[in-house]
């Protein structure tokens, strides 16, 4: 899990290329927020994150950030996909 203030990058799980970059805050929700990233680079994902601290999330150097979808479900967890586009090849 991650640490409050922390920065975290997110990788594609296929060809490792910088996704987005998450920062949390010290505030804790109420839910867990899970967060999956599409890779513009390979058409593939991130491995899914999970965090208990309320966050903000940019693109890299590679990727900007296009897009969310943002599903809440009952059991207290909220799933955001975040769709990204190709800045710059990366490798």
């Keep these: 899990m991650e640490e409050k203030g922390e920065s975290i990058t997110i990788n594609c799980s296929n060809c490792r290329t910088p996704l987005a970059q998450i920062w949390t805050s010290e505030h804790t929700n109420d839910f867990i927020t899970k967060i999956i ?46 769709y990204t586009s190709k800045v710059k090849k990366y490798g």
């Design 37 to 82: 990233v599409d890779c513009a680079h390979c058409e593939q994902e991130s491995y899914v994150k999970e965090f208990f601290h309320k966050c903000f999330i940019g693109g890299t150097d590679f990727t900007s950030i296009d897009s969310f979808d943002i599903d809440d479900s009952e059991d207290g967890v909220l799933k955001q996909t975040v």
